[in-house]
């Protein structure tokens, strides 16, 4: 399994940035995808997923209406739109998938495979 980020870099508070994951390697039937970032000194903890079998999504309370996850089946890629970014969204965003169930946790040990990461930084 491999899972590729790209996207990040160095935005102003109340710019835009879209990650991107590119994933191979498996073909599970039903499965969950996720974006999760990891600031300094902070635990890495979850910002939206998404499952594969009905679209459906989650998001943290953080980032709801500035944050959409979405995805390109037919280029195996999911995305992770933020507007109106923060300082405090400062930090290494992370794709995972979980291949055991379908459900789109939020939990990062329920993940079972991870991207290398990608960083955000937003300052001015």
């Known amino acids: 399994v491999q899972l590729v980020e790209s996207g990040g870099g160095l935005v102003q508070p109340g710019g835009s940035l879209r990650l991107s994951c590119a994933f191979s390697g498996f073909t599970f039937d039903d499965y969950a995808i996720g974006w999760f970032r990891q600031a300094p000194g902070k635990e890495r903890e979850g910002v939206s997923c998404m499952r594969s079998s009905d679209g459906s999504t989650h998001y943290a309370d953080s980032v709801k209406g500035r944050f959409t996850i979405s995805s390109d089946n037919a280029k195996n890629t999911v995305y992770l739109q933020m507007n109106s970014l923060k300082p405090e969204d400062t930090a290494v965003y992370y794709c995972?998938?979980?291949?055991?169930?379908?459900?789109?946790?939020?939990?990062?040990?329920?993940?079972?495979?991870w991207g290398q990461g990608t960083q955000v930084t937003v300052s001015s």
């Open positions: 995972a998938v979980r291949g055991s169930s379908g459900y789109p946790s939020m939990g990062v040990r329920d993940y079972d495979y």
